[in-house]
């Protein structure tokens, strides 16, 4: 019996020192990760954004890279700048409210009337997208470029198109 006691004692003693050492334990997040495809070869990159990058802010255009690409053997650097964008519907949320009158007359007794409302619930929030540019370059010489349009959700996923100094189009999905 003491043994056991023992045991249990031991047990709860080590998964309340793991809980206070995982409430302890800082929150990783990696970088927020897609892929970049040339338009005209197919080759296929990775495209990355530091997380909480992709919200609006107000931009320091000589803040540090928040983004890479790597592509064809080369490896791109450089910074978004991310606006703020409205709701993809142009129409704001609301009530429906219908009303309605009915009757019916027949021979007999089975002569109606009827009345009838209905309140419809709003319609869902439309998703709201922002708006934002990605101007990437190589560190060698000489500099390649790329500059990227943006389409990005809350969630930091998004689209977006580049294009290259030499003309070439690519696609980015995040």
């Known amino acids: 019996m003491t043994t056991s ?5 031991a047990m709860g003693l080590s998964a309340i ?4 050492l995982a409430s302890c334990a800082p929150t990783v997040t990696g970088p927020q990760v897609g892929r970049i495809v040339n338009s005209v070869t197919g080759q296929e990159g990775t495209v990355s ?4 990058t992709l919200q609006p802010r107000v931009g320091d255009p000589f803040a540090a890279d928040n983004a890479a690409i790597q592509i064809a053997g080369q490896s791109y650097s450089g910074r978004t700048a991310i606006v703020n964008g409205g709701a993809v519907s142009p129409l704001p949320a609301g009530l429906g409210l ?9 021979i007999g007794d089975n002569g109606a009337v009827g009345i009838g409302t209905r309140l419809d619930t709003p319609r869902p929030r439309a998703a709201l997208t922002r708006s934002g540019n990605l101007i990437v370059r190589t560190a060698g010489t000489p500099t390649l470029t790329l500059t990227c349009t943006l389409t990005v959700d809350e969630s930091e996923h ?10 070439v189009k690519y696609a980015l999905q995040f």
């Open 17 to 20: 020192f793991a809980g206070v």
């Open 5 to 9: 006691l023992s045991l249990l004692k």
């Open 49 to 52: 954004f530091l997380r909480g």
């Open 98 to 106: 219908s009303l309605s009158l009915g009757g019916s007359a027949a």
């Open 158 to 167: 998004g689209i977006g198109e580049c294009t290259g100094n030499d003309g």
